[in-house]
């Protein structure tokens, strides 16, 4: 089985909490019946608290305080700590207290993984019953390895505890080693087909199940595990491969030059403190090339001559660099081909919004065609201050090296109100929040409230946990915000999904060894129990289904000067958390009876969507007023109009350059790869001159630096894809009215409740209606070029 297929999951907590405010009153719990006329007090009330959660840490401490001693886990597990008495574990996850129950954790997962694998292997045997419940199991296969492996990859990347670090790392190896175990197993991927090829079975598929069964197929297929046994074996080999190319590419350095060495008399514009530390007893400053200060010299030294020799330097490529992106690609392109595809770009896109190369290729020629209008403004602006500086009296040519000179000079002129708003700090993380959960109530009719930590569900102490309270549904998730940056915290700006939505009820876990071993005497007492599923129902729907549990991660500045003091944020820091943001409400609303589905389980050039339209709505007028009302000193209108058109700047330059990387992308995982004449260097200049804003430099080459080429591989259009969708779905339901509950239910119902469940093209066509939503239902060629005629207006 494909690692894909097996990289998801999540888990679910209590609702009716009640509330206290630091002066002790009580309010009311969401459980309980509340008069209409008591439901917007009882949410500001909710909002006010929830502020303080996050900005008074002896309100939070009080909080606390309440359910100290109470651990309300519940769960069979096997596994007993022998360090930590009354722990919840993380994510009130019993097993994870310590080192030895991450162990247990991911044997008790492999060992009922395996369980339910012999299960669909003996489908065909056990009868029709058994076969139409083939894909609810494969699902339930992926949610059980998922149940550790997405809770131990996030605490391998976030928790402070070297130990416990060290013990989620090896509980993740333990089951991706499994996972590559059942990649070489032909046997799953034969029964699905099986399934799939009885239309008898698959008439009666929901819509979520069919959309599983799909993944599941093409992600069995994407591994090659359907090949000749002679293929596979050679399948696996350059897959291989590709992970040591990969790996290569990314740590190794690329430049052919290592340092620089300029007179310090050459060194004009610098600051005195940025030059003082590079020189030495002769004179020179020796500037290594991948030091902050080479981007300095671009910035700010008055001569060219220096800015190119900076430039080139930094741009440099050693030959082992580019042999290694070249066996990159050809690796790829091989790997392709031995799945019966003409490029790796074509086997990346089949499940895609874009399906195939030549859509993708369509969608970014009509985009940079209208872009150019704002790229050339961008340009003239830089030529002509060029031309002043150099008191020209023609527009000169503008270099790579000129870039970031010219556009210094250009914003220096009104730096000190536009940066200076976008990076100082104004607004409390909890006023932020606050503005954030009543934006949500706006649209969605949901909104958080502040959660209890058990004794050893956190991982540091500025964790906050919230549960989502839908009007309709009740709780329906919760979400861990660990917003702070700490030694020793990998992790950046990031949402993790710790577990999906997914319907359990209909598990049938209590037969599994009796199918999976139909004519053995198998005693359970030597197994050890199912993986613990709490659940709850949703109104409307049948069943019991888990409940959605993401973390999300940054690494804000904690820059509380006093105690009390609340954590302020810059603008750039408010429209990162409302991104998160974006992606904590998509997994907490798509909630699907299938967890390979559910939340942000779709499509890659798809998923980034509903966190970029979150960052439309930030500084709206209407949406402003959120997280500020009550504010001493609120941010003027003036800062956040000059933020704006900070961020406006040259974005003409910035969007093409994003423009010019995808397409690169495209064309190194391009049939062109596989041609005995493939010359990545080639193509880069080639790139650069025809549709690129400077000329290429001769001797150069940037690509060798670009790590997404194997993280993507033929993705990387994906962002500038949603940016151009969010910007269409934020003019034409959300800009005049961002409150809108009749725009944002459509919103939630059309796109965010499906998950990866309904095709995407028809979820965005829905929200948007009319002859928007006709042009693109279709999702074909003419579908990707509307979309980037639509364009990314910044």
Same mark, same amino acid.
């Given at each position: ?9 999540? #888990? ?13 009153q009580?309010?009311l ?13 009882l ?72 369980i ?23 699902d ?5 390895? $998922?149940?550790? #492996? ?21 509980a ?26 009885? %239309? ?11 959309a ?16 000749? %046994? ?19 590419? =990314? ?5 052919? #030059?290592? /340092? ?20 030495r ?73 874009? %399906? ?13 065609? /209208? ?5 050339? %403004? ?83 102490d ?59 005497? #198998? ?30 991660? $940054? ?23 409302? /991104? ?18 559910a939340?942000?389980r ?7 969507l ?5 960052? /439309? ?32 700047n ?8 994003? =423009? ?11 049939e ?12 880069w200049?080639?790139?650069q ?42 003019e034409? $339901? ?15 119902d ?5 998950g ?6 028809? $979820? ?21 070029q ?5 364009? =990314?207006?910044?």
């Amino acid at each position: 089985m494909s690692l894909q297929i097996l990289s998801a999951l999540r #888990i679910n907590t209590r609702s009716g909490l009640v509330l206290k405010s630091r002066v002790g009153q009580r309010f009311l719990t969401t459980s309980q019946s509340i008069p209409t006329k008591d439901l917007n007090v009882l949410s500001e009330a909710t909002n006010d608290y929830l502020r303080l959660i996050f900005d008074d840490r002896s309100v939070w401490k009080q909080h606390q305080l309440i359910s100290l001693g109470k651990n309300t886990s519940k769960g069979k597990t096997l596994y007993k700590s022998k360090n930590i008495g009354g722990s919840a574990g993380l994510f009130e996850n019993p097993n994870f207290v310590d080192a030895p129950g991450f162990d247990y954790a991911a044997q008790q997962a492999i060992q009922r993984a395996q369980i339910i694998v012999e299960r669909i292997w003996h489908a065909p045997e056990n009868g029709l019953e058994e076969m139409q419940r083939v894909v609810k199991n494969l699902d339930r296969l992926s949610d059980t390895l $998922c149940n550790v #492996i997405d809770m131990a990859e996030f605490i391998r990347n976030a928790h402070p505890n070297p130990v416990l670090m060290e013990a989620a790392n090896k509980a993740y190896s333990d089951l991706c080693s499994y996972m590559n175990t059942l990649n070489t197993d032909t046997r799953i991927h034969q029964v699905l087909s099986q399934v799939l090829a009885d %239309k008898n079975i698959v008439k009666n598929f929901s819509r979520d199940e069919h959309a599983a069964a799909e993944v599941f197929l093409r992600d069995f297929e994407k591994s090659g595990i359907h090949l000749p %046994k002679k293929q596979r074996t050679q399948f696996v080999d350059l897959s291989d491969k590709i992970i040591h190319l990969g790996r290569e590419f =990314i740590q190794r350095n690329p430049r052919a #030059i290592s /340092h620089i060495k300029i007179p310090k008399s050459a060194l004009t514009g610098m600051s005195h403190s940025t030059i003082q530390p590079l020189l030495r007893k002769d004179g020179y400053a020796y500037i290594q090339t991948d030091s902050a200060e080479c981007q300095m010299v671009l910035k700010y030294c008055t001569s060219s001559e220096v800015r190119q020799q900076v430039y080139e330097s930094i741009n440099s490529a050693n030959r082992e660099s580019i042999t290694i992106l070249e066996q990159l690609m050809r690796t790829r392109a091989e790997l392709a081909g031995l799945v019966g595809r003409s490029s790796f770009a074509e086997l990346q896109l089949q499940d895609k919004m874009a %399906k195939n190369p030549q859509n993708v290729e369509a969608f970014l020629q009509t985009l940079i065609q /209208h872009q150019t209008p704002d790229a050339q %403004k961008d340009i003239k602006t830089l030529q002509k201050i060029k031309q002043r500086y150099q008191r020209l009296d023609y527009p000169p040519q503008l270099n790579a090296w000129d870039r970031d000179y010219y556009m210094h000079m250009a914003n220096a002129t009104q730096r000190n109100i536009a940066q200076h708003t976008s990076f100082t700090p104004y607004f409390s993380v909890g006023s932020v929040m606050q503005g954030i959960s009543r934006l949500f109530n706006h649209m969605y009719g949901v909104q958080f409230e502040p959660a209890r930590l058990q004794p050893g569900e956190s991982w540091h102490d500025d964790v906050r946990k919230l549960n989502v309270v839908c009007e309709r549904e009740g709780s329906i998730g919760t979400i861990y915000c660990d917003l702070f940056s700490r030694p020793g915290k990998t992790t950046n700006a990031a949402h993790y999904t710790v577990r999906t939505s997914r319907r359990v009820d209909d598990d049938d876990q209590e037969n599994d060894v009796r199918h999976a071993f139909p004519h053995q005497d #198998i005693s359970l007492t030597k197994i050890m129990p199912p993986v613990y599923q709490p659940s709850s129902t949703i109104p409307g729907r049948d069943g019991q289904f888990q409940m959605p549990v993401v973390a999300l991660t $940054c690494d804000f500045t904690n820059s509380r000067t006093q105690l009390g003091s609340p954590a302020l944020l810059s603008m750039y820091e408010v429209e990162t958390l409302f /991104h998160e943001m974006g992606h904590a409400m998509h997994s907490m609303l798509g909630r699907t009876d299938f967890h390979n589905v559910a939340g942000t389980r779709c499509a890659t050039d798809f998923v980034e969507l509903p966190s970029i339209l979150m960052e /439309h709505f930030v500084w709206h007028p209407s949406v402003l007023p959120l997280f500020t009302k009550g504010i001493e000193n609120p941010v003027s209108r003036e800062a956040v109009n000059a933020h704006l058109k900070q961020r406006r700047n040259f974005s003409g330059i910035e969007v093409n350059s994003q =423009i010019l990387m995808a397409m690169l992308d495209q064309r190194y995982h391009s049939e062109a790869s596989m041609d005995s004449r493939f010359s990545s260097v080639n193509i880069w200049h080639e790139l650069q001159n025809t549709n690129g804003l400077f000329p290429s430099v001769p001797g150069t080459m940037w690509p060798v630096q670009f790590g997404h080429l194997f993280g993507y591989g033929a993705g990387y259009y994906s962002y500038l894809f949603d940016r151009t969708l969010a910007r269409r779905i934020w003019e034409r $339901c959300f800009e005049k009215n961002p409150l809108d509950r009749e725009k944002g239910l459509a919103f939630r119902d059309n796109l965010l409740k499906w998950g990866g469940a309904r095709d995407p093209w028809e $979820c965005v066509a829905d929200v948007l209606d009319g002859e928007d939503g006709a042009r693109i239902a279709a999702g074909d060629k003419e579908a990707m070029q509307t979309v980037g005629d639509w364009g =990314i207006n910044v």
